[in-house]
Nanobody, 128 residues
Framework: QVQLEESGGGLVQPGGSLRLSCASS?????????IGWFRQAPGKEREEVSC????????????YYADSVTGRFTISRDNTKGTVYLQMDDLKPEDTAVYYC????????????????WGKGTLVTVSS
């Protein structure tokens, strides 16, 4: 199984931006995997935030966004670096959560119960 590692979390004021990164800690290429970003806020269930499908390496893949983040978050791949990013703009207090990336080999979607590997998460706190 691919080992995933998230980075980029932190404390930001409302309206601010953060960019989360998801990479393989063993250096595996991630373009074979659908990569999903999920988040879990205190006292709430984990929810899917965004997903990018697996590719042949020549394209980025199809993307999905939850309604709550559409227009504010952008998921992308850098296949040369084996990294998937989640650019988060116009952050709101309700975006506060632990963010996890997860992988599904040759996946086209990112269903929570179908993801093969999970990172340990990175905390995002949006507060003034």
């Amino acid at each position: 199984q691919v080992q995933l590692e998230e980075s980029g979390g932190g404390l930001v004021q409302p309206g601010g931006s953060l960019r989360l990164s998801c990479a393989s800690s063993s250096g595996w290429s991630l373009h074979y995997y659908a990569i999903g970003w999920f988040r879990q806020a205190p006292g709430k269930e984990r929810e899917e935030v965004s997903c990018i499908s697996s590719t042949d390496g020549a394209t980025d893949g199809n993307t999905y966004y939850a309604d709550s983040v559409t227009g504010r978050f952008t998921i992308s791949r850098d296949n040369t670096k084996g990294t998937v990013y989640l650019q988060m703009d116009d952050l709101k207090p309700e975006d506060t959560a632990v963010y996890y990336c997860a992988a599904d080999l040759w996946g086209s979607t990112c269903r929570d119960d179908e993801m093969d590997s999970w990172g340990k998460g990175t905390l995002v706190t949006v507060s003034s």
